[in-house]
């Protein structure tokens, strides 16, 4: 599967804890986006990197959500001290540098 | 304000029959237009994307929209719908092809009727 590939598709932490989310792009694709999908709501942007570059992080929580796209391996979005209300749907999306946005399935965080 | 009206939270259409979604945009910029696909547990697939040049854009599985600036909507259209294309479509907005966010509706779930 040449797609975006987004590990784990589903992943169960208790509040307080960190969830570590991994995305690797597709082959070719330079950037990445993350998006939080509630219930009910339609995809909302989080952040959009380069390789070791955050370009837009404007819809970012300004505490315990962070990003990363290193050199090497995938991209990485950390929550850490999770609450309730970070469960969600958590989609990546990577795109050339010219060219529309692919999504991978997601995963979906669930705070006990 | 940016955004995107899906008016249609939830659609039924016969199977056959044909369909018709909903989407407005509010946007600053010259907008590139897209719709994308959902089905249950998965991610999304892009549908078709309208960039410029001809307002009436083909794409995957039979489906096709109008990009329409004067009423600033980009409606999604398909002539005979399938069982297989029950699933919650999106439509979305961004400035750019790429490197920009995409700002999207809340969906509209499609159910298709025998």
């Known amino acids: 599967n040449a797609g975006v590939m987004q590990n784990p598709r589903h992943l169960v932490r208790r509040r307080g804890q960190e969830a570590r989310l991994r995305c690797s792009p597709m082959?070719?694709?330079?950037?990445v986006y993350w998006y939080r999908q509630l219930p009910e709501e339609g995809l909302k942007f989080m952040v959009y990197?380069?390789?070791?570059?955050?370009?837009?992080e404007s819809g970012m929580p300004k505490e315990r959500f962070s990003a990363e796209f290193p050199k090497e391996g995938p991209s990485i979005l950390r929550i850490q001290q999770v609450v309730r209300g970070d469960s969600a749907a958590y989609f990546c999306?990577?795109?050339?540098?010219?060219?529309?946005?692919?999504f991978g399935d997601g995963t979906r965080l669930s705070i006990l | 304000a940016q955004s995107v009206t899906q008016p249609d939270i939830h659609i039924t259409v016969s199977e056959g029959a044909s369909l018709e979604l909903r989407c407005n945009y509010s946007?600053?910029?010259?907008?590139?237009l897209f719709w994308y696909v959902q089905s249950p547990g998965q991610g999304l697939q892009l549908l078709l994307k309208y960039f410029s040049g001809d307002t009436l854009v083909q794409g995957i599985k039979g489906f096709e929209a109008e990009f329409k600036r004067s009423q600033s909507s980009f409606n999604l259209r398909k002539p005979s719908v399938h069982w297989s294309d029950a699933a919650e479509y999106f439509c979305a907005v961004g400035a750019d092809q790429a490197g920009t966010a995409l700002i999207f509706g809340k969906g509209t779930t499609l159910s298709v009727s025998s």
């Open positions: 999306a990577s795109s050339p540098l010219v060219g529309p946005q692919h």
């Open positions: 082959k070719g694709h330079s950037h």
């Open positions: 990197l380069q390789k070791e570059n955050i370009i837009d």
């Open positions: 946007y600053g910029a010259t907008p590139y």
